[in-house]
């Protein structure tokens, strides 16, 4: 049987624990998982790219056959370059369907080869977004839980 590598792309901005519920779904799967935080600057992030590397990069380390790197350009062309052929994303309610449906479809226009496969989290997750915890953390709410501990300290320092 193939083993293939896959691909978790996303802004974690900041990593939330639904993020790390699919990671450890995926690592479950497939033979190695790249999670590929993107520097996309249009999304104006509030933690700059290196911040939220070492916020996955310590939250996924004791998950088995994860490596965690910073990516830019084309995604297909990165997951090629990476010999891998699957994209990993998260579905949590209906109104992420449409954008997810979007992108799994121009992405298999650019590279038919590369196959897009959606996980769900566990349903105590499925509200929760990197908006929503910025937004309590700045508010003073406890983030706890509903991040992982590495991420914490980062919400405490970080003026939102
Ligand atoms: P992007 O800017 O690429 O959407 P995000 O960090 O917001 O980056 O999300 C990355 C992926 O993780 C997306 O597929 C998103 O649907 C998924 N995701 C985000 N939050 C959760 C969650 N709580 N549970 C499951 N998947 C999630």
Do not use: C
Not at 27 to 34: A, G, H, P, R, T
Not at 59 to 88: H, M, Q, R, T, W
Not at 113 to 137: A, G, N, W
């Amino acid at each position: 049987m193939k083993q293939p590598i896959a691909v978790y792309p996303g802004s974690f901005d900041p990593p939330t624990n639904g993020h790390l519920d699919i990671i450890t779904r995926a690592s479950l799967i497939f033979s190695k998982v790249i999670v590929a935080v993107t520097d996309n600057s249009n999304k104006n992030p509030s933690f700059d790219i290196k911040t939220r590397y070492k916020m996955l990069a310590d939250a996924a380390k004791n998950i088995p056959g994860v490596e965690v790197e910073i990516f830019s350009g084309l995604l297909v062309d990165y997951v090629g370059g990476k010999k891998a052929s699957v994209i990993i994303r998260g579905l949590r309610v209906v109104s992420d369907f449409e954008y997810e449906f979007q992108m799994a479809l121009m992405n298999r226009r650019l590279n038919k080869k590369i196959e897009t496969v959606f996980l769900m989290p566990d349903e105590s997750y499925t509200y929760l977004s990197s908006s929503i915890v910025k937004q309590v953390s700045r508010l003073g709410g406890n983030t706890k839980g509903l991040v992982p501990k590495s991420v914490e300290k980062y919400l405490k320092e970080k003026t939102l």
